[in-house]
């Protein structure tokens, strides 16, 4: 191999010096280059966090904005019970029979004496058809012993006549005598006869009067228990029988039965007024008195039963509804604004912002600013009279960086 081959053509290797310079990079443009590039990469980071952050679910603790009466809100004691009749009955017929026509339906108002059914009778009427006409033969054979009684004292009468002019023998007269007590006799047992005629007629009578079945008291029908064609005997002696045909109660007599710890009840007397609110009625409660508190226990609930009687009462509470009871210090201010419904939501909802109160409402995983105006304070809540229409979700101690907007975690 020859010395000209092994080495590189130098003339190669020369630098174009003809070239313009705007064609050669320097060392300058390309550090100028790095650091734009860092600067841009920086920006987009900071954008792409701030983006981030502000995009992050916050934690918080939420409350619902519920209903509140004041005056349960200083109550010192609270029990839930239900609505009982303290008069209601189930209303049978004391006889035996297949039930022909029956009156009422539900909800059906009736009197004291008033027919609620009937049981058929053919039977029974025909029982007392032959009771009276037994007692008319009775009746009919005692004047017949009273009349041959009347004329037997007549002949005995005349008998002592005779006798005592000598005119009539001794066994004449005795003849008489006997025959004067045998119809006195006779004038008994014909009484006797009435008086059993007239029983077995009064019997008759009141089998009759069993088929109908009559309200014991003023009331409502609550539950129809039988059907007409249905056979209704006394105790429903047999499976295929009915007992009660309507259960009837007395309106005017429903109280709440509640109850309460065994060691709360030192917190609840005789008198003590109370608030009423019905699962079904929550926005109207009704004022109430303890009425009896029953002097004895339940061992396995470890709680006192306690009657509590509305002071006013209306067509929409009804028997086995449920009820809560908060029982009121003696002092407590129970009056019309006491017990009217309004809408409360805890302290911690409620901060400044723009100088005015708002909540921060929860929906769909976002909050929504919502500015309220706040009324009288109720312990740990307090009352919103305009803003919100209740049943919202609120915020709990909403921190400062929460917006309007932002999504939160539950």
């Known amino acids: 191999m020859t010395e000209g081959k092994t080495r590189p053509d130098l003339a190669a290797l020369r630098i174009p010096r003809d070239e313009p310079r705007s064609t050669r990079p320097t060392r300058g443009r390309r550090r100028g280059g790095i650091w734009i590039a860092v600067i841009f990469v920086l920006v987009v980071a900071l954008v792409a966090f701030g983006l981030s952050s502000r995009s992050a679910a916050v934690k918080v603790e939420t409350a619902s904005v519920e209903t509140l009466i004041p005056a349960s809100a200083r109550s010192t004691l609270t029990a839930t019970g239900y609505v009982v009749a303290q008069r209601k009955a189930a209303v049978a017929s004391k006889g035996t029979g297949r039930l022909e026509t029956l009156l009422v339906e539900e909800g059906d108002r009736v009197k004291a004496g008033d027919v ?54 001794q066994s004449g007269f005795d003849q008489a005598e006997a025959q004067h007590s045998t119809a006195l006799a006779g004038v008994e047992a014909a009484e006797a006869a009435v008086a059993v005629a007239r029983a077995n007629a009064d019997l008759a009578r009141v089998q009759v009067e069993n088929t109908y079945i009559r309200a014991p008291f003023d009331g409502t029908v609550l539950t129809k228990d039988a059907d007409v064609g249905e056979v209704v005997a006394p105790f429903a002696s047999s499976a295929s029988s009915r007992g009660a045909v309507v259960t009837l109660a007395d309106m005017g007599s429903l109280e709440v039965e509640a109850d309460v710890s065994e060691s709360n009840i030192r917190q609840v007397h005789t008198g003590q007024p109370c608030l009423i609110t019905l699962d079904a009625l929550p926005s109207e409660p009704y004022r109430g008195r303890v009425n009896k508190i029953v002097p004895t226990a339940d061992r396995a609930k470890a709680t006192v039963l306690t009657r509590i009687a509305f002071e006013h009462l209306d067509d929409r509470v009804l028997p086995e509804m449920s009820a809560k009871v908060s029982f009121l210090s003696s002092d407590a201010d129970s009056g019309e604004a006491a017990v009217r419904a309004v809408l409360a939501a805890p302290v911690a909802a409620f901060v400044e912002r723009g ?56």
């Open 116 to 169: 609620i059914a009937r049981l058929e009778a053919d039977d029974v009427n025909a029982s007392l058809a032959a009771a009276r006409a037994a007692f008319g033969q009775a009746a009919a054979e005692l004047e017949i012993a009273r009349a041959q009684a009347k004329e037997a004292g007549l002949a005995f009468q005349r008998a002592q006549g005779l006798l005592a002019q000598k005119l009539l023998a």
């Open 355 to 410: 100088g005015r109160s708002v909540v921060f409402v929860v929906r769909q995983g976002r909050v929504t600013q919502v500015g309220v105006e706040t009324g009288t304070r109720y312990g740990g809540v307090v009352e919103i009279r305009n803003g919100l229409a209740g049943g919202e979700i609120v915020v709990l101690d909403p921190p400062e960086r929460l917006r309007d907007g932002g999504r939160v975690k539950l």
